[in-house]
């Protein structure tokens, strides 16, 4: 057993989403993920329900993480981080270029300092191991001040204990309903997507699940996600019995780049909001849906199908995408 600490009030809820249904020709569910945890939730909650029962279990009064400059990851350790009493230190790494000085101070870093958490910076976007690394520098400095850090590691390497939380999830989505043929969920980091899927193979679910991209091509994806799954098993069994078939990626809205909003994730934001009154974010479940739509117009998801998809929140950070969502607006 990996020790947790109850951060997610569970189940989440599961909603069918008629007129989106009807839109679409396919039977869609929303697993409201969203609504998991505080400060706005999301899916990493249930990832840090795994990372702070690690923490508390080893005496720490500090977490430090990195995240994206609106990472939802980084908001939501803070607040837990708050909740129990514990210092956060936030390492905000620059992955999109191009924003507007809002992009930094408005949305989840607004929250984070709110939250009390104190934020380092990253010049370097796609250098996991050098974030670590920097990281690992701070966190010397605070055990020659007698703290005890606690890391939640960026890079690969490490025991993913954060997919648990998703092996969590699958269960509870079967005990809500057992007959879905396909899942959809936005594949960053990967540990969401590999832990859901570990945890309906485990759970003998042969529901497809198709990971929608939102930082890298589906090719790289693809071979993170099964090395995520192979280090997964070490933590759970249940993951030993992913075939390479099981992992299905798709990256029909990653252009042009992780935190930026081309065509196919303006319109599905769009889309899940006239239909349905559901908000989705421009970096992550926008992306995510936008498969949705995609794959039911094509017939990849067929007529008619039982689909959950996965609502992973980061609603904490629209503050900080206004332009994009207005720019998007004004060519509906």
Known sequence: MHPRSTIVQQPTPLEHAGRLSDHLGI??????????GPCFGGNKARQLEYYFGAAVSAGADTVLITGAVQSNFVRLTAAVAAALGMQAI?????????????????????LCEMLGAEIMTFPEGEDEEGADAALHERAKVLRSEGRTPYIIHL????????????VDCAREILDQDDGFDVFVVASGSGSTHSGLLAGLRGNGSKARVIGSCVRRPARDQTSRIRRIVARLADLWDGASGIVPDDIVLWDGALAPGYGQVGKPTADAMLLAAHYSGLILDPVYTAKS?????????????????????IHTGGLGAIGAYSDTIREALSHS
């Open 289 to 309: 849906f936008a498969a949705v739509s995609a794959l039911a117009a094509t017939g990849d998801i067929r007529k008619g199908a039982r689909v959950c998809y």
């Open 90 to 110: 936030v390492q905000l790494e620059d992955r999109v270029p191009g924003k507007p000085e809002a992009y930094r101070t408005a949305g989840n870093v607004l």
């Open 155 to 166: 890079s690969e390497g490490h025991p993913p204990l954060g997919a648990l939380g998703y």
């Open 27 to 36: 039977e869609l569910w929303i697993k409201r993920d969203d609504l998991a």
